[in-house]
């Protein structure tokens, strides 16, 4: 399976909000009539639904542009990637299938929770663009498949809570200023009162975040139309955004010392590491986008910080590894995980290399 280019992929976008919300997506959740849930498929039921839904995608308009393929056939390296981009689960079922567009920004994933799980992504603040394509590639495949719905209950899935509309919605965030103050009490009240709930994006083997990055999603599709939840979602990103920025304008005035001390560290850990580890890097990145968001450095771009979290993910290293006739010294050269971790510090350094600290 190939991989596009990440320079022109959908994270090296520009998106509104993207200050505090990195990235948006909108999820449907959908079953085939007449076929049962996940748990109750027998013989070759999977089969025979993944077979349906990749027929049905090879009548959208644009076709061409949809790449259909079996999970346990694709290369672990890919599927890897998949996980990393947050279109595959790390849980694989049988017949698991994967339908994704040539920019990367929709997917459908068949036979895992669901019979199948159409998402779209978009950089910052703009779950508009992503139902908009959500919306009308479901639109499409019901010309040539039946949904499982009713008047009463709407779309009809393996939980209650994917019923109704079938739809969720997420964002990954960064709030690096409201953790430094201690005031997540609050943010965590506003979140769950809106009907969403806030996890760790990244946490590599440890019980908190790392970096400041957390993913808001919305618990429940069965309340609501589509329209009303996608406005609640945008409703809330924006409360979460005037309260990062307060937070952020409070450290800069009240505790500048200490704020340029994380800054600053980030700053050396990229600089003058020669390997780092995925959860160093992503502090390092968090600790350079604190800092750019707080008028300290300049140099880089919102899209370009965001873009180095997928960047700097292993499997993502690997795939350039791979494709690259690199080469690196001797102690390196013989050990994966050494040769993951010393490309990973290059590529922060090249990305912070025209950085300036503001005094």
């Known amino acids: 399976m190939s991989l596009e280019n990440n320079d022109g992929a959908w994270f090296s976008a520009d998106g509104a909000d993207n200050d505090v919300i990195l990235s948006s997506r909108v999820r449907l959740a959908r079953n085939l009539a007449n076929f049962p849930f996940k748990g109750r498929m027998r013989g070759d039921d999977r089969e025979r639904v993944r077979a349906i839904l990749f027929d049905a995608f090879s009548h959208l308009e644009n076709a061409d542009l949809y790449h259909c393929v079996s999970v346990k056939d694709m290369e672990k390296l890919g599927v890897k990637i998949m996980e990393e981009r ?12 994967l339908v994704i567009r040539a920019d990367g920004r929709v997917a459908c994933v068949v036979n895992a929770e669901d019979h199948a799980r159409i998402s779209s992504f978009s950089a910052g603040l703009n779950f508009d663009a992503c139902a908009t394509d ?14 499982a719905a009713s008047y009463d209950f709407g779309y009809l899935n393996s939980s209650v809570f994917d019923s109704g509309s079938g739809m969720k919605t997420s964002a990954l965030i960064h709030i690096p200023a409201t953790e430094f103050l201690q005031d997540e009490t609050s943010l965590l009240d506003l979140i769950s009162k809106n009907g969403f709930k806030i996890s760790p994006c990244y946490n590599i083997g440890y019980e908190m975040t790392i970096g400041s990055y957390y993913q808001i999603s919305s618990i429940s599709g069965a309340e609501g139309n589509q ?22 304008e409070k450290v800069r005035q009240n505790q500048p010392t200490l704020l340029r001390n994380v800054v600053y560290k980030a700053y050396a850990l990229s600089r003058f590491s020669c390997v780092l580890s995925l959860r160093e890097a992503i502090e390092a990145i968090s600790g350079i986008k604190w800092g750019v968001d707080s008028g300290i450095v300049d140099g880089i771009g919102e899209s370009e910080l965001f873009s180095l979290l997928y960047k700097v993910q292993s499997a993502h290293i690997e795939f350039v590894l791979k ?30 290399e025209n950085l300036e600290i503001k005094e």
């Open 323 to 352: 494709n690259s006739a690199l080469t690196f010294e001797n102690d390196i050269e013989a050990d994966i995980k050494h040769k993951i971790g010393r490309l990973r510090s290059m590529i922060l350094q090249e990305a912070f």
């Open 227 to 248: 329209i009303d939840q996608i406005a609640s979602a945008v409703a809330l990103c924006r409360r979460i955004c005037a309260i990062e920025r307060k937070s952020r």
């Open 134 to 147: 959500c919306f009308k590639i479901d639109d499409e495949l019901q010309k040539y498949v039946q949904f």
């Open 86 to 97: 947050g279109i595959l689960s790390e849980k694989r079922t049988n017949g698991e299938g």
